[in-house]
C-alpha cells in the first residue's frame, strides 16, 4: 500500500527554518515524482515544490531561493528545506506522489498527483 507520512511541522519565527520530512512506503522513488504543496485558511491548495523520479526539482515563485527539495531514494524519503520562511508561508504542507511517466506534466498541479499524506502544518509568527 503507497502510504506517504510528513513530518517536521512547527512554530518558528519570521527569518527562521525548518526542515521538513515525507517518509514513503510501497513504491520506488526511482519511479515516483513527489511534490510538496501547502495550504493555508481560506485559500486553494498550492504547488511549492517537486522532484521528479530522476532529480529535476521545480519550485514555485514565491518559495524560489529560500526552499530546497531533495531526497534519498534509498531511505525512501523526501525533504522541504525551508529558509527565511515568512508569515505567508503559514500553512498545512502535503507531500504527494505521481509515478513518473517521463513526459511533461503540470507538477503544481494538485489532481496530478493520485497519493497524499495527511499535512503537517507549519506557522510562521513574531
Known amino acids: 500500500q503507497l502510504q506517504l507520512v510528513e513530518s517536521g511541522g512547527g512554530f518558528v519565527q519570521p527569518g527562521g527554518s525548518l526542515r521538513l520530512s515525507c517518509a514513503t512506503s510501497g513504491f520506488s522513488l526511482d519511479f515516483y515524482a513527489i511534490a510538496w504543496f501547502r495550504q493555508a485558511p481560506g485559500k486553494e491548495r498550492e504547488g511549492v515544490s517537486c522532484?521528479?523520479?530522476?532529480?529535476?526539482?521545480f519550485y514555485s515563485d514565491s518559495v524560489k531561493g529560500r526552499f530546497t527539495i531533495s531526497k534519498d531514494n534509498a531511505k525512501k524519503m523526501v525533504y522541504l528545506e525551508m529558509n527565511s520562511l515568512k508569515p505567508e508561508d503559514t500553512a498545512v504542507y502535503y507531500c504527494a506522489a505521481r509515478y513518473d511517466y517521463g513526459g511533461r506534466f503540470s507538477w503544481s498541479t494538485a489532481g496530478e498527483y493520485s497519493h497524499w499524506g495527511q499535512g503537517t502544518q507549519v506557522t510562521v509568527s513574531s
Open positions: 522532484i521528479s523520479s530522476d532529480g529535476f526539482t
